[in-house]
């Protein structure tokens, strides 16, 4: 279904997070942190929402 979404969806994105399963923010958060900051900066610059500080 992934590979689906990211071929349908305009400029989708994904990251696979090793050795995490259902709670990867709780699992591995040193890797799953940087990953969502990342998608939200992104979707900042895409939706035109001002950055926060």
Not at 1 to 9: A, E, Q
Not at 37 to 44: L, Q, S, T
């Amino acid at each position: 279904m992934r590979k689906r979404l990211l071929d349908h969806v305009p400029q989708a994105a994904t990251a696979e997070i090793a050795d995490a399963r259902h709670f990867c923010s709780i699992e591995v958060p040193e890797v799953f942190n940087p990953e969502l900051r990342n998608f939200w900066r992104k979707a900042e610059s895409v939706l035109n929402f001002p950055s926060a500080p």
